[in-house]
């Protein structure tokens, strides 16, 4: 390799990075020290993908815009994911057992204590690793109630179960605001409590929305912002809505509707931000 491009300045670099498919950013690090250093300092790297069960393959498929790969978790057997922060995956089996799960590292952190109650949802705060780490559930298959808990990774109790009250969880202003504006809306609160307005632009911003996982990031280039990705498919492509154009759009760019119609929707996906080092395994 010539001193030519070794020394392409950092910047022309990034604009390579940002232009290539997936695989292809895999490898881009390996071209010398220099490209390996911004390969492992971009933000391209860290770009969410969707992560879902195929079952056709029995492979973990990863779709990030275009690209996607499998990968093969056999400690996964059986089991769904419930919650998705920090790259972890909190995942659960029929037997109502927990563990956490980092799909780019695959490792595992102990079983966690099995729960008295099939909880509808489940979500933690603070990273696995962490001594602070809190898991909550809300389950409302207990006599007909609503209840919540909350434990750490030794089972402790952090207080008693208790009951959720339904009135509690929108307040009347809001659900007024999502009924005008079923499906696709973005609200921002103002005068803390007062007002709820529909946010028309993103800005810079990409909102990526699934059942496990729900985020918002910098977007990492113009044609990535002010878009809401989904857990939506059209055929085997990805779908996000704009809110430049007010519609839906596939990735391969061969679907365009301002309705969601039709559109196919995975609720055992999640939306996750890999890790730097992460390396895909591509199947055809």
């Avoid at 393959?57 to 996607?68: A, G, I, S, T």
């Avoid at 089991?79 to 799960?101: G, H, Q, V």
């Avoid at 179960?161 to 202003?173: E, I």
């Avoid at 059942?211 to 857990?231: G, L, P, Q, R, W």
Wanted: positive net charge.
């Amino acid at each position: 390799m010539t001193r030519d491009w070794v020394d392409l300045r950092e910047e022309l670099l990034e604009v390579i990075l940002s232009n290539l498919c997936a695989k292809d950013r895999l490898t881009f690090g390996l071209v010398c020290r220099s490209w390996n250093y911004v390969a492992t300092s971009s933000v391209y790297g860290h770009s969410p993908c969707l992560m879902f069960y195929h079952r056709g393959k029995r492979l973990w498929k990863f779709v990030r815009y275009k690209d996607f790969s499998y990968m093969d978790f056999p400690q996964l057997y059986n089991a769904e994911i419930r919650c998705a922060k920090y790259r972890w995956l909190l995942m659960s089996r029929d037997d109502w057992s927990l563990f956490f799960f980092d799909p780019f590292k695959e490792q595992r952190i102990r079983e966690l204590p099995k729960v008295k109650y099939p909880y509808t949802t489940i979500c933690f705060f603070n990273e696995p690793t962490s001594s602070n780490c809190i898991i909550v559930g809300i389950s409302n298959m207990v006599n007909a109630k609503e209840l919540t808990m909350a434990f750490d990774l030794d089972g402790h109790d952090n207080g008693p179960t208790c009951d959720v009250y339904n009135d509690c969880l929108f307040p009347s202003r809001l659900r007024h605001k999502i009924k005008q504006h079923v499906y696709r809306t973005v609200l921002k609160k103002e005068n803390y409590m007062e007002q709820w307005v529909l946010l028309k632009d993103l800005g810079d911003r990409a909102f990526f929305v699934s059942h496990a996982a729900s985020f918002a990031v910098t977007a990492f280039s113009e044609s990535m912002a002010n878009k809401i990705y989904f857990n939506k498919f059209h055929g085997d492509s990805g779908v996000y809505y704009c809110l430049k154009t007010q519609k839906y759009h596939s990735f391969n760019g061969d679907f365009s509707s301002n309705k969601s119609y039709g559109l196919k929707e995975l609720d055992f996906a999640t939306w996750t931000i890999p890790t730097i080092s992460w390396r895909m395994i591509t199947k055809d």
